[in-house]
């Protein structure tokens, strides 16, 4: 069965500091999303990613599906408080509507 | 245009009885996705639902079962609580395969 696993799992950085998170899969990535959560709460959908090589961004977010499909990465420029919180990375089982998720990474953004 | 909504919120059960969760996807989405997240197994999926047909279904006991009604509004039910069925219970709504997946705010499920 498929694995994702998240790098790092946890992760401080000091404001304003730019930084990445990774998502590496044991197969071929079919449809990747990112995710945000609060502790406790929903997810919030930040981007889905499915063709190799394919870079969306949203605020300053942005994140990319690499050409091989095997590994995705989130980078946050100049992050902000309101950047904190647990990233997810889920990937679709093919031909189906049913996400695996990685362990998820802790973000903390101190002032 | 509303997100989506799962109620309730919170819920304190006895072992041994029985929970229905309730989860309202955004308006024209068909599909419905539960998942179960706990500390120590992270995101697990549950089961969905497409046009009121279950089209997948994760490894989870038989005491885990849903439904979907023809508003797209879909229920999931636990019979016979155990301590560890203790979890954030989140749906999912999509307008179809491969497609942008929503998530609700969640319920909360307390097991004692």
């Known amino acids: 069965s498929q694995e994702l696993e998240q790098s790092p799992q946890s992760l401080i950085v000091q404001e304003g500091k730019n930084l990445t998170i990774n998502c590496t899969s044991s197969?071929?990535?079919?449809?990747l999303y990112w995710y945000k959560q609060k502790y406790g709460e929903g997810l919030i959908f930040l981007m889905m990613?499915?063709?190799?090589?394919e870079e969306k961004s949203h605020e300053k977010i942005t994140a990319k599906l690499d050409e091989k499909k095997q590994q995705s990465s989130l980078h946050i420029t100049a992050s902000q408080p309101s950047h904190a919180g647990i990233y997810l990375c889920?990937?679709?089982?093919?031909?189906?509507?049913?996400?695996?998720f990685g362990q998820g990474t802790r973000l903390t953004i101190n002032p | 245009k509303a997100g989506v909504t799962q109620t309730p919120r919170y819920l304190i059960k006895t072992r041994g009885q029985q929970v229905t969760l309730s989860c309202s996807p955004i308006?024209?989405?068909?599909?419905v996705s539960w998942y179960q997240q706990t500390p120590g197994q992270g995101l697990q999926f549950l089961f969905e639902?497409?046009?009121?047909?279950?089209?997948n279904k994760g490894n989870f006991p038989g005491r885990f079962s849903g439904r979907q009604f023809s508003n797209s509004r879909s229920e999931m039910n636990v019979s016979t609580l155990e301590l560890g069925d203790s979890a954030l219970y989140l749906c999912?709504?999509?307008?179809?395969?491969?497609?942008?997946?929503?998530f609700g705010q969640g319920t909360r499920l307390t097991v004692v």
């Open positions: 999912a709504s999509s307008w179809g395969v491969n497609t942008e997946a929503f």
């Open positions: 197969k071929t990535l079919y449809g």
């Open positions: 990613l499915q063709k190799g090589g």
């Open positions: 889920g990937d679709l089982t093919q031909g189906a509507q049913k996400l695996v």
């Open positions: 308006s024209g989405h068909r599909s």
């Open positions: 639902y497409f046009s009121e047909t279950q089209r």
